[in-house]
């Protein structure tokens, strides 16, 4: 299976409140890279942490992030 990245940040916090976002929507993300930030008390400042879903849900989960 193939994945996307819908949304990248330096904060494991908001990549998190994304994450659960579209999990209380019915979509199936998860954060990656979530490790790099573990050790700087939830930021990051070199490797991005990105949230990512299958690809086959990227269009809907763009289009439920644009409209807020």
Do not use: Y
């Not at 976002?21 to 942490?49: K, Q």
Request: hydrophobic share 40%.
């Amino acid at each position: 299976m193939d994945f996307s990245t819908i949304f990248t940040t330096f904060n494991l916090n908001e990549a998190d409140i994304v994450c659960s976002r579209l999990e209380a929507a019915g979509f199936h993300p998860f954060v990656s890279d979530e490790s790099a930030s573990s050790w700087r008390g939830g930021f990051s400042n070199t490797i991005p942490i990105r949230v990512q879903v299958p690809e086959v849900e990227t269009a809907d989960v763009r289009e439920f992030l644009e409209a807020k």
